[in-house]
């Protein structure tokens, strides 16, 4: 019902006016104020739901940059709130969860605990306090019955996925949807993200780039650990300096590129409110959460059609694709219109340095879904693999954020040394004789 709420209030304030003048409710609809009201009241209903509703607002805080300027400006104040920040729960709440999963005595744990929360995720919150050997510690507590609340959000999904098979046909929406909800659902057991986040900690302790805070204890729904502070993500897009924003960019990308190779793991959670830089300037890492598991590293595949589609063998391309499930078996597909259609998303690792920008991404959207658009009827006919679909996740995502903030880098160098695939394509062609 609150969901449902959005539209109406749409509507509610595009009616504004109407009274005065017919012709005038196109200007009501898209002015700067009636906007920011309804950006506003987009954050207030998706932060008052918190778990699948909330995780749908961090993701349009990602996707803004997409959005052209005159309605993306009063949306990106609102929707970065969600980045950080939601309604946090009564104290007693609090202490209610930290007596059931510590026990009656969990104060004892604790040298202070603070009652306000520090910080908000989709189906928590963090609170900040002093561990019993003196550490700062970051406290992060499931709300009460948040399980409960994705679950049912995931069970909307399943009823509404047939929808997609009228965008992508070829999709296996059945097999997708499953595997979002298992991975959504890995969220709640933050057992499970502490191993995974000692694993992450191993696998980058004393980077010099990046930072991962120390796992201090856990159970189902309590995770502590290292306090580590830093300038959130949002902060630096808002109003870092432009070397600032380059030097962002090149930590968020090679933690996604490296981290396969080094821990078996992809950090799939790629929205601004899980990074921080921190003060010695490494970016610091705070939730382990959504994961892929890759124990053999990222995917060969992936490096090697990417360098393959850079360097025009179009038709390799299209066989590799047809291999790994991109392209249906029955599908007659003109290698050409494939290089085409992947070429400018690959603009960033073409040459020696790219400045990622808003205005490049929606660019990008407006080629690969405008009506009438030949790279649109194309996509539409291929399929999805769903083991790809954390992985894709990061790219998209990571691409959204790298343009909000605007940064600069050799990326292709990142690319080059943690890429398996992307230095040597033929060398990692399963096909190749020996």
């Not at 059931?100 to 004892?108: I, K, L, N, P, T």
């Not at 550490?135 to 049912?152: E, N």
């Not at 396969?260 to 929205?271: E, K, T, Y």
Request: with cysteine.
């Amino acid at each position: 019902m609150k969901l449902a709420s959005l539209p109406l209030g749409l509507a509610g304030r595009a009616t504004v006016g109407l009274g005065k003048r017919v012709t005038g409710l196109a200007d009501e609809i898209l002015s700067e104020q009636a906007q920011r009201r309804t950006a506003e009241h987009v954050f207030s209903v998706l932060g008052q739901l918190k778990g699948g509703a909330m995780k749908l607002g961090q993701s349009l805080s990602i996707f803004e940059a997409a959005l052209p300027e005159h309605l993306a400006a009063p949306y990106r104040q609102a929707l970065t709130k969600l980045q950080n920040a939601a309604p946090p729960l009564p104290v007693s709440s609090v202490h209610g969860v930290l007596e059931r999963q510590m026990g009656a005595d969990w104060r004892e744990r604790f040298v202070e605990f603070d009652d306000a929360p520090s910080a908000a995720a989709s189906i928590g919150q963090v609170h900040r306090a002093v561990w019993g050997d003196g550490r700062q510690v970051a406290v992060k507590i499931q709300y009460p019955g948040a399980g409960d609340a994705l679950r049912s959000d995931l069970r909307h999904l399943s009823r509404i996925a047939p929808m997609f098979k009228v965008l992508q046909p070829n999709f296996d929406v059945k097999r997708i949807t499953v595997e979002l909800r298992e991975r959504l659902l890995e969220e709640l057991d933050y057992e499970l993200e502490a191993a995974t986040q000692r694993q992450f900690a191993a696998a980058f302790s004393g980077d010099p780039l990046i930072v991962v805070p120390e796992v201090v204890h856990a159970s189902g729904e309590v995770l502590v650990t290292e306090w580590v502070p830093g300038r959130p993500l949002s902060a630096v897009i808002a109003e870092g300096t432009q070397e600032e924003r380059d030097a962002a960019g090149l930590r968020l990308t090679t933690l996604h590129f490296s981290a396969p190779a080094r821990a078996g793991l992809l950090h799939a959670d790629p929205h601004p409110g899980n990074f921080a830089i921190g003060e010695d300037g490494r970016l610091v890492v705070y939730d382990f959460g959504a994961t892929a598991r890759l124990p053999d590293g990222m995917p060969v595949q992936v490096g090697r059609l990417t360098r393959l589609t850079l360097d025009g063998r179009a038709d390799d391309v299209v066989a590799g694709l047809r291999g790994e499930g991109f392209v249906p078996p029955n599908l007659k597909i003109d290698a050409g219109a494939m290089e085409e259609l992947l070429r400018p998303m690959l603009e960033p690792i073409a040459g020696e340095e790219f400045q990622f920008s808003r205005e490049w991404l929606r660019k990008e959207s407006t080629r690969l879904t405008g009506q009438g658009s030949e790279a649109a009827k194309l996509n539409k006919q291929l399929s999805f693999p769903p083991e790809y679909l954390l992985i894709h996740r990061v790219t998209m995502g990571s691409i959204g954020v790298l343009c909000q903030l605007g940064a600069s880098a050799r990326w292709r160098d990142i690319l080059q040394e943690w890429l398996p695939g992307f230095a040597d394509p033929d060398a990692a062609d399963p096909g190749r004789e020996a």
